[in-house]
């Protein structure tokens, strides 16, 4: 079993609509959790983060973190075709600031929002 | 202006030759990341750096090296041993280990 684990897809929506993104993770040390998008044949940016369980918002996004159930999602509202990209979810093994701690991502999955 | 430059954007070899990446930061950060993507997948950590003249191995090291002989350099060497090198190459950084990491826009290396 993977430790990070995203579907995906295509995920396929019409413009407007809220997308639910989501991962899954098996280890329980991660505490930190990151979102990044990549659109096609460019470096993935940072998009959010957030340290603790609950929701963050940040625009039109929001990242959710349910830490008993190892499980994040990143909610697009009012979705535009510049959206389409793929969204990789990221998260460090140790928390912050220890030697050897590396980032373990998702597979990412692909959004893709139609006019 | 602050950020990560790789170079070349696309980069085309014959099979059996040598080829080196050229990762650039001036964002003062510490640690540095190569990652390989295939189409369709996720990010395979190659090399990582988090310390000048210090790099480990990362989940697919075999056919790659690197030199981190400075703070803002970070080159990937793709060898002939590599067996299979097409693929969509990433550099990143980030402040400290485990932190928030920063991508460059990555070089596409195309070898037949």
């Known amino acids: 079993q993977k430790e990070v684990e995203q579907d995906p897809g295509p995920l396929s929506v019409p413009e407007g609509a809220i997308v639910s993104l989501n991962c899954t993770y098996s280890?329980?040390?991660?505490?930190?959790f990151m979102w990044y998008r990549q659109y096609s044949r460019k470096g993935p940016e940072l998009l959010m983060y957030?340290?603790?369980?609950g929701n963050k918002e940040d625009g039109r996004f929001t990242a959710q973190v349910d830490k008993s159930s190892k499980y994040i999602s990143l909610f697009i509202r009012d979705s535009q075709p510049s959206d389409s990209a793929t969204y990789l979810c990221?998260?460090?093994?140790?928390?912050?600031?220890?030697?050897?701690?590396?980032?373990?991502f998702g597979g990412g999955t692909r959004l893709m929002v139609k006019p | 202006d602050g950020g990560i430059t790789q170079s070349p954007k696309y980069l085309f070899r014959k099979e059996g030759q040598n080829v080196t990446l050229s990762c650039e930061q001036n964002l003062n950060h510490d640690a540095m990341y190569w990652y390989r993507q295939d189409p369709g997948q996720g990010l395979r950590l190659i090399y990582y750096s988090q310390i000048v003249n210090d790099f480990q191995k990362g989940d697919i090291a075999e056919g790659y090296s690197v030199s981190r002989e400075k703070k803002e350099s970070f080159p990937l060497t793709v060898t002939s041993a590599q067996k299979n090198p097409t693929a969509f190459y990433l550099c990143?950084?980030?402040?400290?280990?485990?932190?928030?990491?920063?991508f460059g826009p990555g070089t596409r290396l195309t070898v037949t």
């Open positions: 280890n329980s040390a991660f505490q930190y």
């Open positions: 957030t340290y603790s369980s």
């Open positions: 990143a950084s980030s402040i400290t280990p485990g932190g928030e990491q920063y």
């Open positions: 990221a998260m460090p093994s140790r928390g912050f600031d220890n030697a050897g701690n590396m980032l373990t």
